[in-house]
Structure formats: structure tokens, C-alpha cells
């Protein structure tokens, strides 16, 4: 993903909060700033982005376990044994 060029205005305030964050986390400007505050809170309001490689893993890994164990369900107790907690507490 490349990057998008925005000509923003901001508050006052908003100016001083980018500029402790750019000092704090010893950022270049308060572009870095604005991206390092959407990464510390922008799940709070989208879903990261999940990549490709990961969702053939989590395929791979399923269709292994397929393979080996079948489709048969799991018994409440081989869950919290999976899980690490008595079959009660399920």
C-alpha cells in the first residue's frame, strides 16, 4: 500500500498532540506522528488488514488437521484440556 498525500488543517490542540508524539516516539515530523496515533488507536475503529501469506497458513495448517484427525467434533473436556482449564469452567 503506497502512501496518500493529504494537505491537512488541525486545531491548535491537535498540533500540540502531534508534536508530543513526534518528540516522544523521537519521530521526524508530525506525519510520523499522525500515522504512529492511527497505529496506537485505529483498531479501536477498523480491522487491521490481514495478510495473504497468514490466510494460506491458517488454510494449510486447517486442511492438515483435517487430514489427520477427520471432522469428528471435540468432546468439551479435549476442549478444555486444548485450552487449559476444567471442562466446568467451559
Known amino acids: 500500500m503506497g502512501n496518500v498525500n493529504m494537505n491537512v488543517h488541525v486545531k491548535p490542540y491537535t498540533a500540540r498532540v502531534l508534536g508530543v508524539i513526534k518528540e516522544k516516539y523521537g519521530l521526524r515530523n508530525k506525519d510520523q506522528a499522525l ?52 471442562p466446568s469452567e467451559l
Not at 492511527?38 to 488437521?65: C, K, W
Request: glycine share 6%; hydrophobic share 35%; aromatic share 8%.
Open 35 to 86: 500515522d504512529k496515533f492511527a497505529e496506537m488507536y485505529g483498531d479501536e475503529f477498523i480491522e487491521p488488514e490481514i495478510r495473504e501469506e497468514l490466510v494460506q497458513e491458517i488454510i494449510r495448517s486447517t486442511e492438515n488437521h483435517i487430514k489427520k484427525y477427520g471432522l469428528k467434533p471435540m468432546s468439551d473436556s479435549e476442549l478444555a484440556k486444548l485450552c487449559g482449564v476444567e
